[in-house]
């Protein structure tokens, strides 16, 4: 069975400068997701981990805090993707307006990340 394209990209703006930006396929997709048991299988363990991740999370005494440093985390460790050299102390003594103990650009560049993820 082949599918058709999951969506189109369209030119557009922003802030002067021309983008392509994806618009997906509306939902439900044609043909209908075909249901065999190796998809069904994997569906369920996702819809498992789900469960347990929810469940966990009724743990912690205060989630927003779990997610605030968990953002952090991610944004540092995809900075060092691209070659920074700055850590979550770093990061947290930047924003505390404290010295990090590294390159201040390096510090800057996982702001930036920070931002741009809390921006959605």
């Given at each position: 069975m082949k599918r058709k394209l999951q969506g189109r990209?369209?030119?557009?703006?922003?802030?002067?400068?021309?983008?392509?930006?994806?618009?997906?396929?509306?939902?439900p997709p044609k043909p209908p997701v075909d249901w065999q048991p190796e998809l069904r299988g994997k569906f369920d363990q996702a819809l498992l981990a789900l469960g347990r991740l929810d469940s966990v999370s009724s743990l912690l005494p205060d989630t927003s805090l779990f997610l605030y440093m968990y953002v952090r985390k991610e944004a540092v460790l995809s900075s060092m993707i691209e070659g920074t050299q700055s850590s979550l102390s770093d990061l947290l003594l930047f924003e505390l307006d404290q010295e990090p103990g590294v390159p201040l650009d390096d510090v800057r560049e996982v702001s930036n990340y920070v931002a741009a993820l809390d921006h959605g």
């Open positions: 990209y369209v030119t557009t703006s922003t802030v002067g400068e021309k983008v392509k930006a994806f618009v997906p396929a509306p939902l």
